[in-house]
Every structure is written in structure tokens, then in C-alpha cells.
């Protein structure tokens, strides 16, 4: 039946029916290895997923009009030339994004984004020409008046074609890549897109900038942490300001190895922080602390504990920023308010004395003797405050915060073997045998001190020698809870717990008793 109708169109008509079923069959032929090839890129490409998927549904929705529509009359046609226009247009898109995004980056070619634009965009052009030839348009009238078109549209579109151009040599000269830091007058930005007409920038106040490339090539700009061969990293500088009284190399060194020793987030190791004298003020010294930050995106927050650890650093070892001068009339009411304050002060020192177990057999007063002696020393997380194997000869008791402690093998290996937090003390070897350090203790948060140094407990202990023998049971009893916590694979490495009559004699020996 199928054969009889068939041989029963004329000649021409059924040649017509068979080139245009080939016709069909070649279109939903390629069209089927464009989408083999689009789902490769979906599956490899994450940001090039929703445009993929949007073109080519499109495609084969233009496809699906083309093969199954049949509305008699002109507005079948118009709807198929249509869809012919259409999908031609998505497959010039899906197969530049195939090109530029799939198959030349097999080649270890990253070409930039603005070039698969310009390509999509002759694209068009050249399917636009196809189709106006299909059409029966004599294209060589078009040439003969392309020189005024031409001329018309480049007057018109100067602005536009600066942009392309000037994109074009940013990305062809390799002067900016996507992930540039880069500032041009007062703005700093993050390069996230360079397409053929501006450059996008998100700022570190969750801003997008969009700068139009021709007023970027125009103007000088700086690509901030970027130098060839050299990991990203930006230079900052941190001012302070310290009274005259003190020597300079003494606070550089100060900073400098506290700054160096915590290896802080942000801060690149190399190069090293450093301290530097800038010069002299009215009544103090300024100086600043040069560091290179490896995050660019986190400038104030890495510049803030940078902060935090030069002043913690300077009031540990005693030393104070310098602050204005002021001529300040005084009154009784400021004098009673100042000795208010030192009382509540003296008292809560008093009570963190008394939370000491070793320093259970001290009286009031030599509790508050000893309060008055006590220095307030800040941490930063990250700082050290105790090295395993230094000689320091104080105690410090913990206001606030946390801290870990570190035991470093003989094989080199390091393992944490506790975690103290506020209320507990630590150091008491130290303050009353002289011995060095059994571990590292690193803050773990900001931490609060006071300190209790060996010269504020030498005139009680001399006063009072029997204080010696109930210290010493105190310090065997706490040996034997810390090797308790201590894991059985560090026992043979930990010295036995001196008893108790070996530890009298060590706090004697060490504080002198025996010669009194």
C-alpha cells in the first residue's frame, strides 16, 4: 500500500519528500551527538552545567517543532522557519562551548572566555548569511555596500568595540586572570568574569563592580599578591606606638619572635614577619610590623590578630604601647575611686591564690602578700607560653581560655597529653624546684593568666620552712595524677615521680633554705 501511494506522487515531488525525510534524519543525527557530547561536558564541567542544559533543551525543543509539527497553512511554516532559526543558534552556542571548554582544554590550551564569545558571535553572523541565502537574497549586494554599513556601525559601536578590544588584550597579554586581587584607584576587587565588555569584580564589602574593559586598559592598575613564580601573598603593615623609655631592639625582638613562633593563619611563613622602627614622635617611638597575608579576601580580620598577638606579646614582658598625653585635673572622688578599683582587684587575685592546692597552707596575709606580686599575662591563641625543656621559674594560673599540652618524644614525635582550662595552674615545677619544662603548652584559645614568679614566694618560704615539707606532698601527689593521665606507650619515656623527702630537698636546695 505504502509502495503504491509512493509510486503514485509525481517524480519531483517524491524526490523532494526523500531529500527532505534525509534531510530529517541527518538533523536528529547530529543533533543526538551534540547532546552525547553536552552530557560529557555537564558531567566535567560544574560551571558550565546550567547554560549547557538550558541551550540544548532548547535545541531539542526546536528539534521536536521541526520533526512532529504539521499545522497546515502559513503558520506551520513560520513556526518551522522558526525553530530552523532558533535551534540553529543553539547548536553554534552548545558547540562553542564543546570547543573552547571541552576539546582544547585536552590540549592544554586555556584560550580566554572573551575569544569563545567573539567565535559565537561570527557564528551568528554566519548563520544569519546561510539563511539569507537560503532565502534567495543575492549576498553580493550585500558586499557591495558592507564598506558604508561597516563604517556606520563602527561609529556608532566605537564604545563597544573599545570594550572588545581592550578585553581582548587583557586576556591575550595574560595581564589579569579570573582569581586576580587587583585595585585601580580607591576600589580592590577579586576578578571574577572578563567577557567582551567589562571586567567583574566582587569586593571585600560583598560588592560585584563591573568596570568596562576600555576604562581599565585606559588607567593604570595594580594586581595585588602577584609576582612571577612566587606564591600569592600581599604585604600589610601594623602601626603601634611605644613610649621612648624603652630600647628598640628590645621590642623588636619581642614582636618579632612572638609574631614568628605562632605561625599564625593568614601570615605567610616566608618571609618572615618583621619589626621595624619608622621613627620618632611627640613622647614615643612608632613602629610597625610588616607581614605578607596569604588570604587576600581576609585583610582587617588577619590584621586584627596580628594586633592582638603584638599586644599580648608586649604586656607579657612588661611593656606598654604609648597613649596621649593629657593635662588631667584630679580630685578626691578619682583618688577614692582609684583605690576602690585596687582593692576589688587585690581580692579576686586573692581568690584565684586560694583556688591553687600548693598554696593551700598560706595565711591571709601572706596570700595577699603574694596577690599584690602577681602579673597579669595575656595569650593569643596560637602563642606558646612554656617550651618543654626551657628553665623559667614561675607558675601560671588560668583567669580564662584553654591550653594544650604537648610532650615531644625522644623519636621526635609529639603527642598531646592534656588540656587545662580556667581554674587550673600549671608551671609549679618550675616556681619551686628550678627543674626545666616536662612539656610544650600552646594556648588554644585566648587565654588569661596571672604569674607567680620565684622572687614573691623566696621571703614567705624563708619566713616560714615548714611550708616546704607540705608544698613538697602536694607536688608528689600532683606528679602522680599527671603520669596517671599520661597513655602507656609514654610511661617509659616519663622520669619516675620523685617521692616526696627528694622533692624537700630540691625546693631547700633551690630557694636557699638550707643556709637560713
Request: glycine share 6%.
Amino acid at each position: 500500500m505504502a509502495e503504491k501511494s509512493m509510486s503514485s506522487l509525481p517524480a519531483a515531488d517524491w524526490l523532494e519528500n526523500v531529500s527532505l525525510m534525509a534531510w530529517h534524519g541527518s538533523l536528529t543525527l547530529f543533533v543526538a551527538v551534540t547532546m552525547l557530547f553536552t552530557a560529557l561536558l555537564y558531567l566535567l564541567r560544574h560551571d558550565s552545567r546550567t547554560r549547557a542544559a538550558r541551550t540544548m533543551a532548547i535545541a531539542l525543543l526546536c528539534l521536536s517543532l521541526i520533526n512532529f509539527t504539521h499545522i497546515p497553512g502559513w503558520l506551520g511554516q513560520a513556526l518551522t522557519q522558526v525553530a530552523i532559526v532558533t535551534m540553529g543558534l543553539a547548536l553554534i552556542r552548545v558547540w562553542a562551548m564543546l570547543l573552547f571548554r571541552l576539546l582544547i582544554p585536552v590540549l592544554r590550551l586555556h584560550p580566554p572566555r572573551i575569544l569563545e564569545d567573539i567565535v559565537v558571535a561570527v557564528g551568528y553572523f554566519g548563520w544569519g548569511l546561510v539563511l539569507l541565502r537560503l532565502a534567495g537574497v543575492d549576498l553580493s549586494n550585500i558586499v557591495t555596500t558592507s564598506a558604508v554599513i561597516t563604517a556606520v556601525i563602527a561609529f556608532s559601536m566605537q564604545d563597544t568595540l573599545g570594550n572588545i578590544l581592550a578585553g581582548l588584550s587583557l586576556q591575550f597579554d595574560n595581564s589579569v586572570d579570573i582569581g586576580d586581587w587587583i585595585k585601580s584607584g580607591d576600589l580592590v576587587g577579586r576578578v571574577v568574569e572578563i567577557n567582551w565588555r567589562a571586567t567583574t569584580l566582587e569586593t571585600r564589602n560583598w560588592e560585584t563592580v563591573v568596570i568596562p574593559n576600555s576604562v581599565l586598559m585606559k588607567s593604570h592598575f595594580a594586581i595585588l599578591g602577584k609576582r612571577h613564580g612566587q606564591p600569592r601573598q600581599w604585604r600589610r603593615w601594623v602601626w603601634f606606638n611605644i613610649n621612648w623609655e624603652t630600647l628598640p631592639t628590645q621590642i623588636i625582638g619581642v614582636v618579632e619572635h612572638s609574631l614568628r613562633e605562632a605561625q599564625l593563619p593568614g601570615v605567610a611563613p616566608h618571609p618572615e614577619p618583621n619589626c621595624i622602627l619608622m621613627g620618632f614622635e611627640n613622647g614615643f617611638s612608632r613602629y610597625a610590623v610588616r607581614y605578607w597575608l596569604t588570604d587576600l579576601a581576609a585583610d582587617d580580620y588577619t590584621d586584627a590578630v596580628v594586633r592582638m598577638h603584638i599586644d599580648a606579646a608586649l604586656r607579657r614582658h612588661n611593656l606598654r604601647m604609648a597613649s596621649p598625653y593629657y593635662n588631667v585635673l584630679t580630685i578626691k572622688e578619682n583618688e577614692k575611686y582609684i583605690e576602690a578599683r585596687m582593692k576589688r582587684h587585690l581580692e579576686e587575685r586573692v581568690q584565684a591564690l586560694r583556688r591553687v592546692e600548693l598554696l593551700a597552707g598560706l595565711n591571709d596575709e601572706e596570700l595577699m602578700v603574694l596577690a599584690d606580686r602577681l602579673k597579669f599575662t595575656p595569650f593569643v591563641t596560637g602563642d606558646i607560653i612554656m617550651h618543654q625543656g626551657a628553665v623559667a621559674h614561675w607558675l601560671y594560673i588560668m583567669l580564662a581560655g584553654e591550653v594544650e599540652v604537648w610532650v615531644t618524644l625522644p623519636d621526635g614525635r609529639r603527642r598531646m597529653v592534656d588540656v587545662l582550662k580556667a581554674g587550673s595552674f600549671f608551671g609549679e615545677m618550675g616556681l619551686m624546684t628550678g627543674e626545666s619544662r616536662s612539656g610544650t603548652v600552646i594556648a588554644r584559645s585566648n587565654v588569661e593568666c596571672l604569674r607567680l614568679d620565684k622572687e614573691a614566694f623566696q621571703a614567705i618560704l624563708v619566713s616560714r620552712k615548714e611550708l616546704a615539707e607540705t608544698i613538697s606532698s602536694i607536688l608528689a601527689d600532683r606528679l602522680s595524677e599527671r603520669r596517671a593521665k599520661m597513655p602507656e606507650d609514654l610511661w617509659p619515656d616519663v622520669d619516675a615521680a620523685p617521692h616526696r623527702g627528694e622533692l624537700v630537698e630540691r625546693i631547700r636546695s633551690f630557694f636557699g633554705l638550707n643556709k637560713h
